[in-house]
Structures are given as C-alpha cells and as structure tokens.
C-alpha cells in the first residue's frame, strides 16, 4: 500500500494491517486493520492529521516522506492518544521537533506522559476554528467516543471530517475508500462489531457524536481505522443513532432483573418472595436461576435483562468463601458504565461464612449501580431474620 490522493492535497498516508488477528488484547480482527492517517498540502506547508502505531512507524514516514520533507510539516492534528495512533508520534517529532501538536487538552495532558519531553502544542477546543495555509480547521469534540480526549476535526475547504476511531472499524483494505468496497457483508460485520465493542459502552455519546456529524456538510469521514467514508455517510453515520440499542437496549419503566443461583433451595425462596413483592408493587419482574447446566444459554438474555432493568438483583448463596462464579461471568461482560441510574443489589444465603453478599456488592459498586444494602440469610430464617428480610424488600420498593 502507498499513499493516495483522496482529493487535490488531501492523501491517505495510513497503514494497511491484514495480519491483525487481535487487538486490545480481548478484540478480535478478523478482518485485519489499518491505522489510518492523513496529510494535508498547504501554501504555507503541510499538516498531518493523527500519528500510527509504534510497529508502523516506519511505513507510516515513508508514506509521510514520498510525498513531503518533513520540515515543511507545520501541524499534528490528534484526534485522541490511546497508542495505535500515538505510537509513532515520537518518531515524526524526531524528524521535525518543531511540528505543533494540536489536541484537546486531555490529549496534550497524555501526550506530555506519552513523550516525555517538550514539543509546542495548540490547545484545540469545541467549535474553535483554526486557520491556516488557506484552510480552516473546526473542532468538534468526540468526547467518549471511546476515549475522554477525543477531538474530531472539520477541513471546512475539503467538507471533510478527521473522526478518530468514530464511525470506522477493524477492517484491511487496500483500495482505503468505501466506495471501492465490495465485501459489503465482512465490512457492516466488521462495523457493527466495532461499535459493540469500543462504541458500545457510550452509547448516548456515539448518538451525541452521530447528530453532530449528521449536520456537518461532507464529502469525507476520516475515519481511524478501515474504509475512508467517501459515499454513503449519512448511512453509517445514522447507524450510530440506533445501533446503541440493539447492544445495550434502553431501560423499560418498572422492569426488575433478578438472577440467582441455589443450591439447596434457601436462596431460591429468597428470590422467590423478593420477586412475588415486586411483582404485586407492579414492577415487572425478570426472574432468572442459573446453574452450570442453562447459565450458556441465559447469559445473552440475562445481559439484556440487565441493560433494560431499573433495577438489578443477584442472589448468590456461598460456596468456598465466595458467589458463584456464573455471577462474576455475566458480571464481567457488562460495560464499567451499565449502572449509572440504576439500582442493584445482592442477596443470598449461607451455611458457614457468607462472603458471596458482600463480594457481588463490591462488583455492582465497580458497575456504578447505586448500590442498597445487600441482605444476607444463614440458613432458615427465624423471626428477626423475616423482619430483616421484609425490610429489605421494602428498601427494593423504596
Ligand atoms: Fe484506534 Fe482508540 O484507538
């Protein structure tokens, strides 16, 4: 792959990856990757648009260098910092140190800890306009999409948008513009994963970012990584407006999810009278009990559960000193952010220790639910322990 010319000045100087099999350590590339990038030829010089991997460095300044020197580079622009496009910063900065880095602050706050040494930097901010060499450069954050420092830049002159990881996907190709593509099937696969699994957790910030695109006048989407958007933009854009809710569905006025496990039948009754409550208060309730035998099967259902409850509750009993390890499964498939404005507990009941309450609290806390009190039972309950226990319902209907 060598550069291309996009539109007069305007080239794709990426890196093409087709041996990328994962990324982020957990991410599956099926499909490969590019690390995409960009340089822009002005009168008064030239700008590069984001860096590349530290592994690509060096075709990423050979591209740079067919078609510049690098002195003539006056401008970085970084999208955001995470270090497939950071990575290679540090080399082009060795070539040119007086090139100006310009990012959100967030972004120039990384890459002060990403380089370690002074470089002049331009502190890009929401709806600012910087011009230069006849061009003018608007900012329009991207907050969240994926990273906190995310900062898209529109090329008014070209009707082109510079959008970070947004809007593209894990995807090698050596043609670089969608208009070429004709692996229509792997590229909306290659898309929609991408979404789930670095869009996904934001959802209301990728819907945020989508509007704000959709309002741009555009000839381009420069994406991150994968196809460059030269058609069909409104299209994938718009994706981004209702693709959230196929992964993470909106939350369903009233709807309880209760999961439990039972080995004995303690914890069963538990969830049984918590969820007969619940039900008679009118909230609709989602009951689901988990053994080693159905768990595969549940667990896409129990996830959506989840993402469309009010209010999530576990009900582990304790085995070795802990819950049962389905629940930490699901647990650990669920984005950090899934509780934010939404309620959880846990319950459960115990023959010796009783760790398996507190142990699926702190994991909630880690969701950012708003915890209540977990209740926990040491075999039958006597007269204090119903009173307790009707108290916790009553603190659930609260
Ligand atoms: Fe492609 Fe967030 O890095």
Not at 51 to 76: C, M, P, Q, R, V
Not at 243 to 251: A, D, T
């Amino acid at each position: 792959m060598k550069v291309m010319e996009l539109s007069k000045d305007l080239y794709y100087v990426g890196v093409v990856d087709h041996a990328l099999k994962v990324f982020d350590v957990a991410i599956l590339t099926k499909y490969g990757t590019s690390y995409n990038s960009y340089l822009l030829k002005t009168k008064d010089g030239v700008v590069v648009f984001e860096g590349s991997k530290e592994k690509t460095e060096k075709e990423y300044l050979e591209h740079i260098a067919s078609l510049t020197d690098f002195k003539d580079i006056k401008y970085l622009f970084v999208t955001h910092t995470e270090p497939d496009h950071s990575g290679a910063i540090k080399a082009l900065l060795e070539k040119n140190p007086d090139i100006t880095i310009v990012a959100s602050q967030g972004a120039l706050i990384n890459l002060d800890h990403i380089l370690r040494h002074d470089f002049k930097k331009h502190v890009a901010r929401e709806g600012e306009v910087l011009e230069f060499g006849g061009y003018h450069f608007r900012f329009v954050s991207g907050i969240m999409l994926h990273w906190p420092d995310v900062m898209f830049t529109y090329i008014e002159e070209k009707k082109a948008l510079v959008s970070c990881d947004a809007f593209g996907c894990h995807y090698a190709f050596d043609d670089i513009l969608l208009s070429k593509l004709t692996d229509e099937e792997g590229y909306i696969d290659a898309f929609r994963y991408y979404y789930e699994k670095i869009m996904g957790p934001f959802p209301s910030y990728a819907k945020k970012a989508a509007e704000k695109v959709l309002a741009l006048d555009l000839d381009f989407v420069l994406t991150g990584h994968g196809p460059v958007l030269d058609c069909r933009i409104k299209e994938r854009a718009s994706e981004y407006l209702t693709i959230g809710e196929k992964f993470f569905p909106s939350v369903v006025k009233g709807q309880v999810t209760i999961v439990y496990g039972s080995a004995y039948g303690y914890t069963r009754d538990l969830a049984k009278t918590i969820a007969e409550a619940l039900s008679k208060a009118g909230k609709t309730v989602k009951l689901y009990e988990i053994d080693a035998l159905n768990y595969a099967d549940l667990k896409p259902e129990i996830l959506t559960s989840i993402y469309k409850s009010e209010m999530t509750l576990l009900g582990s009993p304790t085995i070795a000193g802990d819950a049962i390890g389905l629940f930490y499964d699901f647990l650990c498939a669920l984005p950090s952010t899934v509780g934010t404005g939404r309620k959880a507990s846990a319950f459960g009941d115990y023959g010796w220790s009783g760790e398996a309450v507190p142990n699926l609290t702190v994991r909630l806390k880690q969701l950012h639910f708003n915890v209540l009190e977990g209740f926990k039972a040491n075999f039958a309950l006597d007269e204090a322990g119903k009173k307790a226990f009707e108290g916790y319902i009553s603190t659930l209907l609260g």
